[in-house]
């Protein structure tokens, strides 16, 4: 286990760091020019191209190699999240824990690995062709790291659960949550149609969504603490 998350964390630092060096030589102007003539990974893969050249690696081969590991990730990402709508789907038609009754025939529908996975993908889909995908996009970067500090929050219960010093986990669950949070009530804010912006309802769900959820989780995790004090 510690291998595998040890070297999970270093190849995240070191996409972070990909993911700066890409960026850092844009100014406005060029990247605006760049955005005329390429998408987005077409831009991101250029940066680190001419980044590779100044270490004796051609632009072309290092643009090439970036989009591929873009694409990598891309599709994990996709494969990760269709299996977790699955697990999701399944979970909420099993029957409850401690119950004696049989699940009927509609939990035992809902339950099944290729019904689960068929409306996974029917979502997904449904959000590609009616453009939903691009709407709610810009939730993406706060509920990802939501996703991180919500972890450490588990980690650290584990931790005190255990007896142990669980100070190195706290600090930086704290420090993501303040900030993935304030992320999201900001998105919020920017699209309830307050003042001169307009309103975007699918953001405003979403992001409310998000915002109960975490908030339900930090109040079961401190009740979980105090119970246990």
């Known amino acids: 286990m510690l291998p595998v998350s040890y070297g999970s964390m270093l190849i995240e630092g070191l996409l972070g760091m990909m993911a700066v060096v890409s960026v850092a030589w844009l100014s406005r102007d060029i990247l605006a020019d760049q955005m005329t003539q390429m998408n987005p990974v077409q831009a991101f893969a250029a940066g680190l191209g001419q980044f590779g050249e100044s270490l004796g690696i051609g632009a072309e081969y290092g ?11 891309l599709l994990t990402t996709l494969d990760t999240a269709t299996r977790l709508a699955r697990f999701t789907w399944q979970e909420m038609a099993a029957p409850r824990e401690g119950s004696e009754q049989a699940p009927g025939p509609v939990r035992r529908l809902f339950a099944n690995p290729w019904v689960a996975t068929g409306l ?7 959000l590609c062709t009616s453009g939903g995908a691009g709407v709610i996009w810009p939730v993406f970067g706060a509920s990802n790291q939501l ?4 972890t450490l929050l588990v980690v650290v219960l584990y931790l005190m659960h255990r007896g142990v010093n669980a100070l190195a986990a706290i600090i930086p669950m704290v420090i993501m949550l303040c900030v993935s949070v304030c992320g999201l009530v900001m998105l919020l804010i920017a699209n309830l149609g307050i003042g001169e912006g307009e309103l975007n309802t699918t953001l405003v769900v979403a992001t409310a969504a998000l915002l109960l959820l ?4 930090v109040f079961q995790s401190f009740r979980c603490l105090l119970r246990r004090r």
């Open 147 to 150: 996703l991180a500090a919500l």
């Open 120 to 126: 996974s993908v029917a979502v997904a889909a449904q």
């Open 214 to 217: 975490s908030t339900v989780l």
């Open 63 to 73: 643009a090439l190699f970036v989009s591929l590991a873009v694409s990598a990730f």
